[in-house]
């Protein structure tokens, strides 16, 4: 699929007529991750403006030379069942089904193979099709990438029609940037919708979405996610809380009013990974963060405030419950080891922490389960 769109600083730089400095550093960032933005996002920063917070998502910056952190920060090499098959939680498959965005968010924590050549992505769909028959534990499979909805149709419609017979699936996600990057994709796509459509007649379908900011909720994203309800499928939305981009309570709550008020629901507000290339230039402090996120929920209603605050950690999904004083009380929303679901513990918060790692054990350390 053909998606319109900037790969080179040049083409950037001679229709929006902008200048960059530190090429030569920005290409070397770029030969190690590649740039694509679509035309139609390009069109929506302010390419005078150094600080414009759609800008640095998707145009390089040359704080990506530094590689402190990890490639790895959720353990996914290891949960690795089958090239392109995860099995992390018990309930959950997830399918890496593309190593291709329609736009490269610098802040990926899948740098390692988004948008580069990747054994990480789904060759053979029908033997991950054949180890989720197998796994009747498997509730739900997350269709992911890359961007699943950069595929072809008719490749989108096989899939789903093979996962429909399972019958122990009671529903799918879609993990997909293109109602931000690309909408007309969704819209203009008779087919597609007609394929949702069908399908969320017969189990629920659900498309989880990646809106960051205010000025990517536009009219045109607004059509595509009207098109997506319209045919059945319910439409949440997981954010990055990152610095330089959304990490004040107003820009969060105006965010997340903005996503309800075109029917997207909030999910999950992550904290920024400490992924190379990422860590140094995107994390807020775990401190800082809490601050932000419980502020913004001060500014919204019932709606607005559904969603969590946590982190994806190698041992499980971690919600950052509160900080009292010097200590930050954490729980497991999901987690690798299925006895630690629903476990509270603390951990001593130091300022500059951004990760679970970062923190320190406290001398006695407790356990509550719920």
């Not at 920060?73 to 069942?81: A, L």
């Not at 969603?307 to 987690?335: C, D, N, P, R, W």
């Amino acid at each position: 699929m053909k998606i319109p769109g900037f790969s080179s600083l040049e083409e950037i730089e001679s229709l929006f007529e902008v200048a960059f400095e530190n090429k030569n550093k920005l290409r070397k960032v770029i030969k190690k991750h590649p740039m694509f933005i679509s035309s139609y996002y390009a069109n929506l920063i302010d390419w005078d403006n150094p600080e414009d917070p759609l800008k640095k998502m998707v145009f390089p910056s040359v704080d990506e030379l530094n590689v402190s952190g990890s490639y790895d920060t959720s353990g996914e090499k290891e949960n690795t069942v089958l090239t392109g098959l995860q099995h992390k939680y018990k309930e959950t498959a997830l399918l890496l089904v593309t190593n291709r965005c329609a736009g490269y968010c610098r802040h990926c924590f899948r740098k390692r193979m988004v948008g580069i050549p990747t054994e990480e992505t789904v060759k053979i769909f029908d033997m991950a099709l054949d180890y989720i028959k197998e796994h009747k534990e498997i509730t739900n499979v997350l269709i992911s990438g890359g961007d699943p909805l950069t595929l072809p149709t008719q490749v989108i419609d096989y899939f789903l029609e093979e996962l429909k017979k399972v019958p122990h699936l009671k529903f799918i996600r879609i993990g997909s940037r293109i109602p931000v990057f690309y909408p007309a994709r969704i819209y203009e796509d008779g087919r597609l919708l007609s394929i949702f459509e069908k399908f969320s007649k017969e189990k629920a379908l659900y498309v989880v979405t990646h809106f960051n900011h205010q000025k990517e909720v536009t009219r045109e994203a607004a059509e595509a996610i009207k098109a997506l309800t319209r045919s059945g499928v319910v439409v949440s939305n997981q954010t990055v809380l990152l610095k330089g981009v959304n990490d004040s309570p107003e820009v969060l709550s105006s965010l997340m009013k903005s996503i309800v008020s075109i029917s997207v629901f909030p999910y999950y507000v992550f904290q920024c990974r400490p992924v190379k290339r990422v860590k140094s230039h995107f994390q807020v402090p775990l401190k800082t963060g809490y601050e932000i996120v419980e502020k913004a929920k001060q500014r919204l209603d019932g709606f607005g405030k559904r969603f969590k605050y946590v982190m994806s950690h190698k041992t499980g999904k971690i919600e950052i419950v509160g900080i009292i004083g010097k200590e930050i009380y954490l729980k497991y929303h999901q987690a690798k080891d299925y006895r630690k679901v629903g476990k509270l513990f603390k951990r001593i918060l130091t300022p500059n922490a951004g990760w679970l790692d970062d923190l320190k054990r406290p001398e006695k350390e407790r356990e509550f389960a719920f």
